[in-house]
């Protein structure tokens, strides 16, 4: 089913609940679960292996990375109209790629989405303190990290245009939640957390290679020289194999196997996308790499629960 793209008709803003209908779904809700799922699958490790959460830093954690991803996706959709790439964009495959075209359509200005943007990545910050408060600096400082690298993935001349953006959302949304998830409820770095954060890191950057893939013309206009951008569209595709070859190949080949065999599932719609990029089609592979992920970290969840 095609999704329409936001209208000023839809998004009027001439009643309070339209207004916060608009401002909720120009930070891309749907993609949100690449932020909380790998929150919600630290905590089912703790849970399953130490018998016990602390509910309250759980649930501050949540809403901080919440509110920092929130943040990027609204900063991003502000640098991207700035340097053009957006409104460039003739081949953007909707909602998936080119932004929420929020800014695009007329739904909200630039400084409107950059005045959110900053709300939102202050109000995360403000958060992190209050987990400082109670566990210490680290954490927040991982957050904090987490936070400007994902500013800095889409800011001009940032870590994206760089040939660094995979690197940096790996670290945002697979690695650094995990471990600090982790730490605010044992106070250590174990080595499961950062194999769990890996494993995760491999499907999260899935997501954003595919996604990437529809953005290849207007990401090279604008100087965003992303890998898939620096391929053919065929050899872009046929590498989203490697990110599931490595993922499930971490799964296997280390000592999360006996607690993680229910992640092994999500092989099934991984394979379907492996055949659809080798016959050169972005749908449905663009869906189920996030179907995928998503799968990825709740059987990694139920099986700690379950062991």
Request: charged share 10%.
């Amino acid at each position: 089913m095609e999704i329409s793209e936001p209208s000023t008709e839809t998004y009027h803003g001439k009643t309070v609940a339209n207004l916060v209908s608009t401002y909720f779904n120009a930070v891309r809700p749907a993609f949100l679960s690449a932020s909380i799922l790998p929150v919600v699958t630290a905590l089912a490790y703790v849970q399953g292996n130490y018998g016990s959460l602390d509910y309250q830093l759980a649930t501050l954690v949540l809403i901080s990375i919440v509110f920092i991803h929130c943040a990027a996706n609204v900063l991003n959709d502000y640098f991207d109209s700035k340097n053009g790439s957006d409104a460039s964009n003739q081949h953007r495959i909707y909602p998936f790629s080119g932004g929420s075209r929020f800014i695009q359509n007329k739904v909200l200005s630039e400084r409107q989405m950059l005045v959110f943007g900053v709300i939102l990545f202050l109000i995360g910050i403000l958060i992190g303190l209050i987990i400082a408060y109670i566990t210490g600096p680290f954490v927040p400082w991982i957050g904090l990290i987490g936070g400007v690298l994902a500013v800095a993935y889409s800011a001009p001349h940032g870590l994206a245009s760089k040939g660094f953006g995979d690197l940096v959302i790996a670290l945002c949304f697979g690695l650094l939640p995990v471990m600090g998830t982790v730490y605010t409820q044992v106070n250590a770095i174990t080595t499961d957390s950062i194999l769990i954060g890996l494993v995760i890191s491999c499907f999260v950057v899935a997501i954003l290679w595919i996604n990437s893939i529809p953005d290849r013309e207007a990401d090279k206009r604008a100087g965003k020289n992303t890998w898939p951008s620096r391929l053919s569209e065929k050899i872009a595709l046929r590498l989203q194999t490697v990110w599931f070859v490595l993922g499930f190949g971490l799964i296997l080949f280390t000592p999360l196997l006996d607690r993680a065999y229910l992640a092994l599932l999500a092989a099934i719609p991984a394979t379907v996308v492996v055949v659809s990029v080798f016959k050169q089609r972005l749908m449905p592979s663009i869906p189920l790499t996030l179907i995928t992920h998503a799968l990825v970290c709740v059987l990694l969840a139920a099986g700690f629960l379950i062991d």
